[in-house]
């Protein structure tokens, strides 16, 4: 096949003399391992105005994070963050740890002059996620950026969806429908991982699985979440405690057992802003679901509808239609002027989970570069929690109708 100049362009390096962006990443695991991929990757793809250097990464384990530095392509390791944070040739710190430490750390890289990127969700309760909200408002009259990991808005078919919605094309809304599935807690051998333990976690499948429904319910629809009713339990209340550590969603058990203290799934019905109905259900006991997350929304004028497991398509109903004709239709999301397209393939050659990562760190290299806010700012980190915590509120409650507080609009 003859080479084409989408071709040439995938894999080449930034032009000589483009101004470096120095990132240190905390964490190294499976998000770290992801957001590496995306650092790595973004200069050689797009046009960037600042060149993405790895300059070192931070874990407790000496021996595991220089083999780590080493595997995703750092120039250095720590083994504090402080340390890192105090780094000069660190610009940005990507916080990719279990929830329980992203506030101490954003603040404190906030504070020190750094810009950051903090996986979702933002934080473990309100308080901390507002805290870290006002440490960013401080930072960007410094001229400083923050920026929550919600990389599913960076999935072509969903930025596109969100294009057709903001276009008016499906009119006003009606239903939200937002299914999250997994199934890698069904065997209850599996050891109780930092993500079964509240202290760490903040919560289970809801904040693991739910902030991403959330996040990318809001984000399609341009709409806030106003209020919810919700239910959660928790299946497997026992499990063997972890031997050794563990990796991303894997880990060996040990003989004695331990309480798991977060849910194992949560559903909820929702009302929108402007009254629209939304239905919420996030799991990790779904058996044969891998990493399912389905999206549809109905409205006056269509329907839109977006599944994870082919993320490169879009489902599109235009009510308009003729009815002898009308229907659903797929969309292959690959032309070049889809969003992110530009920089990848011929049409036709799908993207895959790990795209969506290069996407983030293109555009928050470009907010960096310009000064302004990126999306999904903290503000939208804390609009999640605050729809998390109404749902933890409301199960508490037997599935009390729980408002949203302090909820600005979207």
């Given at each position: 096949m003859r080479e084409t100049e989408q071709e040439a362009a995938a894999g080449r390096p930034a032009p000589p003399g483009t101004p470096r962006l120095g990132v240190g990443m905390v964490g190294y695991a499976f998000m770290g391992a992801a957001h590496s991929q995306g650092w790595r990757t973004a200069g050689r793809v797009f046009d960037l105005p600042l060149q993405p250097q790895l300059a070192?990464?931070?874990?407790?384990?000496?021996?595991?994070?220089?083999?780590?530095?080493?595997?995703?392509?750092?120039?250095?390791?720590?083994?504090?963050?402080?340390?890192?944070?105090?780094?000069?040739?660190?610009?940005?710190?990507?916080?990719?740890?279990?929830?329980?430490?992203?506030?101490?750390?954003?603040?404190?890289?906030?504070?020190?002059?750094?810009?950051?990127?903090?996986?979702?969700?933002?934080?473990?309760?309100?308080?901390?996620?507002?805290?870290?909200?006002?440490?960013?408002?401080?930072?960007?009259?410094?001229?400083?950026?923050?920026?929550?990991?919600?990389?599913?808005?960076?999935?072509?078919?969903?930025?596109?969806?969100?294009?057709?919605?903001?276009?008016?094309?499906?009119?006003?809304?009606?239903?939200?429908?937002?299914?999250?599935?997994?199934?890698?807690?069904?065997?209850?051998?599996?050891?109780?991982?930092?993500?079964?333990?509240?202290?760490?976690?903040?919560?289970?499948?809801?904040?693991?699985?739910?902030?991403?429904?959330?996040?990318?319910?809001?984000?399609?629809?341009?709409?806030?979440?106003?209020?919810?009713?919700?239910?959660?339990?928790?299946?497997?209340?026992?499990?063997?405690?972890?031997?050794?550590?563990?990796?991303?969603?894997?880990?060996?058990?040990?003989?004695?057992?331990?309480?798991?203290?977060?849910?194992?799934?949560?559903?909820?019905?929702?009302?929108?802003?402007?009254g629209a109905l939304g239905t919420f259900e996030a799991t990790r006991f779904a058996t044969g679901r891998k990493n399912s997350l389905q999206v549809e929304l109905n409205g006056e004028l269509g329907s839109l509808a977006f599944d994870l497991e082919r993320l490169n398509e879009l489902s599109f109903h235009d009510q308009s239609e003729p009815a002898a004709t009308s229907g659903f239709r797929r969309i292959l999301v690959t032309e070049p002027d889809h969003p992110y397209l530009e920089g990848w393939w011929p049409p036709g050659h799908g993207l895959g989970y790990d795209h969506t990562f290069v996407h983030q760190a293109r555009d928050l290299v470009h907010a960096v570069a310009a000064g302004t806010s990126p999306a999904p700012s903290f503000a939208d980190g804390l609009r999640v929690q605050r729809v998390l915590a109404a749902v933890e509120e409301s199960a508490a409650k037997n599935a009390v109708y729980t408002p949203v507080t302090d909820q600005e609009a979207t």
């Open positions: 070192a990464v931070c874990g407790r384990d000496p021996e595991a994070v220089r083999t780590a530095a080493a595997k995703l392509g750092w120039d250095a390791a720590e083994t504090d963050w402080r340390a890192l944070i105090a780094r000069d040739d660190v610009q940005l710190v990507d916080i990719c740890t279990p929830g329980d430490s992203h506030a101490e750390i954003a603040v404190a890289a906030l504070e020190a002059g750094k810009h950051v990127l903090c996986e979702k969700p933002l934080a473990n309760t309100v308080e901390e996620a507002e805290a870290m909200v006002a440490a960013a408002e401080r930072a960007a009259a410094r001229g400083q950026v923050a920026m929550v990991g919600f990389n599913y808005r960076r999935v072509p078919a969903a930025a596109y969806a969100r294009s057709l919605v903001a276009e008016g094309r499906l009119g006003r809304l009606r239903h939200v429908r937002v299914r999250y599935l997994q199934d890698w807690l069904v065997d209850p051998a599996f050891p109780l991982t930092w993500r079964l333990r509240k202290e760490s976690a903040g919560s289970g499948a809801l904040g693991d699985l739910g902030a991403h429904a959330v996040d990318l319910a809001q984000y399609l629809t341009g709409e806030a979440v106003a209020g919810v009713s919700a239910l959660t339990e928790t299946f497997v209340k026992e499990r063997p405690l972890l031997a050794g550590s563990s990796s991303g969603l894997r880990g060996a058990g040990a003989t004695k057992t331990g309480p798991v203290t977060v849910d194992d799934a949560a559903v909820f019905t929702a009302r929108f802003a402007s």
